[in-house]
């Protein structure tokens, strides 16, 4: 066997590994060390990843009271009844944050504003939580405000990894456009307005959902409808919702679970609190919206899908309205796997090899 071969075998073999096993095998040999820095060797595992539900994992932050700073922490997540490996992280830069909040997960890849000291000093950085490198992002032109909505993509047409920025609602007096920062660019610039004066309705806990070459946000416009946003071309598109949703007026968000695009709301009608959920089964064809489940709670004053499991259960994120505490739950009922707190978010994201200090 020729020695050209022999890698092709080591590479099939190492690339289907978990990222901690490879930042260990690193210090096997040099040959191995610079096998697996190879930018090439990283997409291979990267695209092995992404098929493998066993790389996912679940990235959750929540605020240490006693401490008065927040914590970051990954888990595996392979069932409902299983949570495996908790891992407190380090934070980027080694700062202690008084507060942050993750925008998005994209390729391993993480857009986290941490707040040191005060909320005057903050940071927005480009974090790889499962190697710890991360590097500062240049500040947008115009400020974040606090409900801002983040995504992030890579954009095969020009081969460059893309985020997106789009403020909630709209206002005549103190419009703020959307922004798009190109990673090999280093700055952001404005985005066209849409043809229509809708109002954006996103959160700044939840991403922009990407699929399919676009980003999705629920727009108003005398209706609630879909906005996609073509990141390749910059044109708008829309899709409707099912009829349900734009019958009333409610809490409504744009979500991915295992590659489909999903509708979510929180409803109050008559003293009554419902989370439903709806799939679409065929990409932009509004017959195909499919209702997953409703849940009836209470204490549910809002709820976000984070994560689908192998089984077809979803794990969502909520706010309890009597206790004001952040928790995750199913279908079935609280998932107690995983902690309850004040001021916390979580979101599934693939481990990686990418390195953000190559993308720029």
């Known amino acids: 066997m020729d020695v050209y071969s022999e890698e092709n075998i080591l590479v099939g073999i190492l690339s289907r590994l ?3 096993s490879l930042l260990r095998f690193k210090c096997v040999s040099k040959f191995w060390g610079t096998l697996i820095d190879e930018p090439y060797f990283k997409m291979k ?28 922490y990954s888990c595996s997540v392979s069932s ?82 893309k985020i997106l920025k789009i403020p909630n609602g709209v206002s005549d007096h103190n419009r703020v456009p959307g922004e798009v920062l190109a990673l090999k660019s280093g700055s952001w610039r404005k985005i066209v307005e849409h043809p229509r004066d809708i109002c954006c309705m996103v959160h700044g806990m939840h991403s922009l959902a990407f699929i399919h070459g676009s980003f999705h946000w629920v727009g108003n416009s005398k209706r609630y409808f879909v906005v996609s946003f073509d990141i390749s071309h910059e044109v708008y598109g829309e899709i409707s919702l099912p009829e349900q949703i734009s019958l009333i007026s409610i809490n409504i968000g744009i979500s991915i679970l295992d590659g489909m695009l ?80 004040i001021l916390q978010n979580g979101f599934a994201f693939t481990e990686s090899l990418v390195s953000p200090r190559l993308l720029t």
């Open 18 to 20: 978990p990222v901690r």
């Open 45 to 72: 595992n990267l695209t092995h990843a992404k098929k493998d539900k066993t790389f996912q994992k679940f990235l959750f932050y929540k605020l240490r009271p006693k401490k008065s700073i927040f914590s970051i």
């Open 80 to 161: 409902v009844q299983l949570v495996e490996d908790i891992r407190e992280l380090n934070c980027p830069l080694n700062i202690e944050p008084r507060h942050c909040i993750v925008y998005c997960c994209c390729d391993g890849l993480v857009i986290i504003k941490v707040y040191e000291n005060s909320v005057e000093r903050q940071i927005l950085l480009l974090w790889n939580p499962s190697t710890g490198e991360s590097i500062v992002l240049p500040n947008p032109e115009f400020p974040m405000e606090e409900f801002s909505c983040l995504g992030m993509c890579f954009d095969s047409t020009s081969n460059d990894y």
């Open 262 to 341: 999903c509708a979510y709301t929180n409803a109050y009608i008559q003293g009554n609190r419902t989370f439903t959920l709806w799939v679409m089964n065929d990409y932009g064809l509004k017959e195909s919206w499919h209702r997953i489940f409703s849940i009836a709670d209470p204490d549910i004053c809002i709820a976000a899908p984070k994560y689908r499991f192998a089984d077809g259960e979803v794990l969502f994120w909520c706010l309890h309205c009597e206790s004001g505490e952040n928790a995750y739950r199913t279908e079935r009922g609280p998932f107690t796997l995983l902690p309850h707190g």
